[in-house]
């Protein structure tokens, strides 16, 4: 168990070098002056343009400033936004608990009603059930985030004036900010109705950014779960007079999650790269529309972080899974 750990941290490193490198470079592909942006209308002479390029360091060549890059990521400093002035580990903590909370809750969304879905739609096969179940799970696959962000505002908020169309929180709640999760602080706020103000708002990014992973994770249950009640472990189980209840969710359900974990681990990379658009179309206080801001202002350090931690968690949560698999499968232990 522990080489095998070992070798999936070792495998990471390269990805990681990888990652640094199209987060530095791919960056600077756009055009565009940052000290243009940063400025704004305001008029600038080209002594004074050639002297903020020097103190932000931009004035190296691009192999010197990847060095110098590296060299502050190793100590844990992600550098200073160029627009702000703030440090960016600063402001990615304030706003990476937006992001989390969303990609969480939607995450949960896409696992409960995918497995639930899934499983019944094998167990139905055939019928107008299962059609039914795989024709909304390609419905839901094929819909755009932005498309389905944009329906579903339009009917519950403004339509019919349910949800909110932005924020975390109506504006009339003032939470102390505890564990940076919107649901939590409110809930432990002494404020009455701060939670289902909270949870109103919740609501329908998590259902946007929930729903193609849902889709997918409901079409791989499906798909594993009619492989495993083929088998003859399953059919001996029947023969033994065991209930139906318990061959799906002890015999079946465990050998069919195999497969899932890995979808379940890459819909993680989904989960925060549709983060972006969902966040900008309710304007979500998270990473996402911080990255999107800050590719329209060229503020590199802000674009780095944002892409080289979205990454690595992608990374962690897949080497998370690979080790899941160990607990699901006892075979592979043996291994």
Known sequence: MLLFITKKILSVIPTFIGITLVAFFLIRLVPGDPIEVMMGERQMDPAQHAE????????????????????KLVQGDFGVSLVSREPVAKEFAALFPATMELALSALLLACVFGLVLGVIAA???????DQGVMGLATVGYSMPVFWWGLILMMFFSVDLGWTPVSGRIAIEYDILPRSGFMLIDSLLSDEDGAFGSALRHLLLPTVVLGTIPMAVIARMTRSSMLEVLREDYVRTARAKGLSPSRIVIIHAMRNALIPVLTVVGMQTGSLLAGAVLTETIFSWPGIGKWLIDSIARRDYPVVQTAILV????????????????????PRLRSE
């Open 310 to 329: 979205s990454a690595s968690i992608f990374i962690f949560v897949n080497m998370m899974v690979d080790l899941l698999y160990l607990v699901v499968n």
């Open 52 to 71: 903020m390029m020097h103190r932000m360091g931009l004035d190296l060549p691009l192999a010197e400033q990847y060095w110098v890059y590296l060299q």
């Open 123 to 129: 167990l139905k096969r055939g019928s107008l059930i």
